[in-house]
Structures are given as C-alpha cells and as structure tokens.
C-alpha cells in the first residue's frame, strides 16, 4: 500500500476509536458482563485493524468490522477458559451472531446510557464512577481524566482498576437500575455527562480538535436523560447549563485565535438556538419546584448571559446563586466565583477577603483562584502583589491562549 493509504487507514482507525469507542464498548460489555475483557478485545480490534486495514483497505462500515473482530476475541477466550455454565453458554451463543445490532442510530444512546448507570452502581467507589464512565463509555485515557478532576494520574489509574475489578467480582449486571434505583445513581450520571462535557470544553482554542466532539456527545446524553426522566428536573438543569456554555463556544476566541473573557465577548457571535433552548430547559426543570446544584450553575450562566445581553442584573443576585450552589454542592470552583461576585457587589477588598478564606493548599495549583486574584489585587491597586499572582496564574494555565491572556493583563497593571 502507499504511503497516502497508510496514512488514511490509521487515520479511519484513530475516527473510529474516537467516534465510536464508547458506543462499542457499551454494545460489548452488555453481553460479555465484563467491562476489562471488553475493553482487552476492543484493543485487540483495533489493533488488528491497523495491521489489517492498510493492506485490504479500509472496510465500508470500521465499526462494525471492530466489533466483530473484538467478538471473536471474547469468543475465543471464552472456548479457551472452557466456558460450560448455561447462563455463560448463552452468552457465547449470542456473541456468535454479529449482525444482530440494530443497523440504525436510535439503538446506540441506550447502549451508551444503560453503560452509565451500570459505571454508577452503589457497589463501585463513588470517586470512581465518573471516571469510570468517562474511560469505559468515551475512551478517555487516565491521564485526560485525571486532569479533569484535579488528581493524579497514577491514583485515578488505580482507582479505574480497582473499579473494574469490583464490577467483575461482584458479578454487576449491564441492564437499566429499577425504577426506584434510578433517583439514587442519578447524580453520578449527571457527573458524568458534565464531566465529558468539560473534557471537550477545555479544547476549544484546538490544540486537540478530536476531542471537541465530546461537547456534543455530552448534550446529546443530557438530551437522552432528560427524555429517560422526564419528571426528574436536575438533567434539564445539567442539559441548560451544558447548552449556554457550548452557545458562547465560538466567541472564546477572537479571529487571531486569542482569549476572550465572557464581559469582552460580542453576543452576536453566540448561538442564539441554544441561548434559547437553554433558557427553556432551565425554566422547565424550575418549574418541577426541586432547586438541584446543576440547575442553580445554569441560572448563574443565565445571569451572565442576560447581564453581557444588557438586562439588568443585580451583582448580590449572583452572590445569593452561589451561596445557594455552596449550600447545596460545595466546591473550591464555586467559592472562587462567588467571591468575584462579592467583589462585583461590594468592591475588590470583599472579594479578596472572601478568597483568603479558602484552604491555601486546596488552591495552591488551582489556576482560577490565582487569576481571580491577580484580578482584585490589580482592581484594589496592589501592583506589585497582582503582578506576582498573573505569573502564578499563567505559569498553571493549560492553554496557551489563556497564558498569553493573563501575561497580557500584567503588563496593563502599569
């Protein structure tokens, strides 16, 4: 094969692991009961797919070509470990048959949902159960996921494992909760999604374009959800405040790509559709009269987006929302943002004071506590200290539009 057709196979490949890897994953393990067995042959698939594609060329539907191969392999080890239990017997002749997947899309969400609540079962560790989702239903690696929630990668590596280890030997089933269990996973399913969700938010200025996509899956699932739990208003909370972050998504960056903070954005280059249908869905889920955490973050959002709109929007309003998010969900995101909005209402020294009461440690690496800061500080006139905090700020900052942001705000100090 060429070199130009080497490189469209592996490109295929790598779509298709991007694409559609949870969707595969979840099909497999519904019937391996499995997750790690599934997860050794769908590498195995695709790794054979690398070997495979570049010289018989690219198959016209990869996936399900992977997730026959990957069948195989599970087949295969089960003749291996001499399988004879009916109930496993049965499971192998299913594997058998791998044109048995509905061919349309309306099947795969059920697969992808019915994964995320086995992931939030009461017999995993709750610290592990969002991970666990982001991995086995998104394909994210340990390292991604760790960055998303703030912990090492080697301690949410063993966490995943020992989760995984968990679901075999407790023998947990890959079907939908009771409906009186739903209520109880539920918060871990919400987690999840956002969580997915700000793994793909936090490449918008492109660095990894692949994973951008993972904003829409994340709206798509809360949209599932929703659909799932009609009655239940924190999924039309989470979908509402998923749909007014992606609704700004591309007025981020300017045209050379540099960072726009949400007071210099132009609205103009915001997604009126999803403004809207965010404002809908956090109507709605407000008017089941059950306050959630996710529906109080997307009325803030709702704030800030009618205050950049030029409504008229009392900065202790804000303030109030975020004592009712800490009351409800406490979180060292959320005290930092309230004391902006403190700031806002009573004037830098007050949002400054309410920062020095946060644990010092829990924010030493935490990039928005130093920016927040480094702000008020320069707002308050203290130069020389708000210099010193937009060097901390931009030396932990990610990406590099957000550094060159804050390098910027420096130099204006003086």
């Not at 045209?255 to 210099?264: I, K, T, W």
């Not at 959002?301 to 109030?320: D, I």
């Not at 928005?368 to 500080?377: E, G, K, N, Q, T």
Request: with cysteine; aromatic share 6%.
């Amino acid at each position: 094969m060429t070199h130009d057709g080497l490189d469209a196979a592996h490109r295929r490949a790598e779509q298709a692991a991007r694409q559609s890897y949870g969707r595969l994953l979840a099909i497999l393990s519904a019937r391996t009961r499995d997750i790690a067995a599934s997860e050794d042959a769908l590498h195995d698939a695709f790794a054979r797919a690398l070997e495979r594609w570049p010289q018989d060329g690219v198959p016209e539907r990869p996936e399900a070509w992977l997730l026959q191969v990957a069948r195989h392999r599970t087949l295969d080890a089960w003749r291996h470990a001499q399988v004879q239990d009916a109930a496993a017997h049965s499971l192998l002749l299913l594997a058998q048959d791998v044109h048995d997947e509905p061919q349309g899309q309306a099947a795969v969400p059920d697969e992808r949902l019915r994964l995320l609540f086995v992931c939030a079962h009461p017999a995993i560790d709750g610290a592990a159960r969002a991970p666990l989702m982001l991995q086995t239903v998104l394909g994210l690696d340990a390292a991604r996921i760790a960055n998303a929630f703030l912990v090492a990668p080697a301690t949410l590596g063993q966490r995943l494992v020992r989760a995984k280890a968990r679901i075999r030997a407790a023998g947990i089933g890959f079907e939908y909760p009771r409906a009186d269990e739903l209520p109880r996973r539920l918060q871990d399913v919400l987690d999840g999604i956002y969580a997915a969700y700000g793994t793909g938010w936090d490449d918008v200025e492109g660095t990894d374009a692949s994973h951008r996509g993972l904003t829409l899956e994340a709206i798509e699932l809360g949209r599932i959800l929703c659909a799932l739990m009609p009655g239940e208003p924190e999924p039309r909370g989470l979908l509402a405040l998923m749909l007014f972050c992606e609704s700004r998504a591309h007025a981020r960056r300017d045209a050379q790509g540099a960072y726009v903070p949400l007071d210099a954005q132009d609205p103009a280059r915001w997604n009126d559709g999803m403004r809207l249908e965010a404002e809908q869905q956090l109507a709605s889920a407000a008017a089941r009269g059950v306050v959630g955490a996710y529906q109080l973050e997307a009325a803030i959002q709702s704030a800030h987006t009618q205050r950049c709109l030029g409504m008229a929007v009392p900065p202790e309003a804000l303030v109030a929302l975020y004592d009712g998010l800490l009351a409800l969900r406490p979180s060292i995101g959320a005290q930092v943002s309230r004391a902006c909005a403190l700031a806002a209402a009573q004037g830098p020294a007050a949002g400054l004071q309410a920062l020095d009461t946060i644990d010092a440690q829990r924010v030493a690496s935490y990039q928005p506590y130093w920016a927040a800061r480094a702000h008020l500080l320069g707002a308050g006139g203290q130069v020389n200290a708000a210099r010193a905090a937009y060097a901390r700020a931009s030396g932990l900052a990610s990406q590099p539009a957000v550094r060159a942001y804050l390098e910027q705000a420096a130099r204006r100090l003086g």
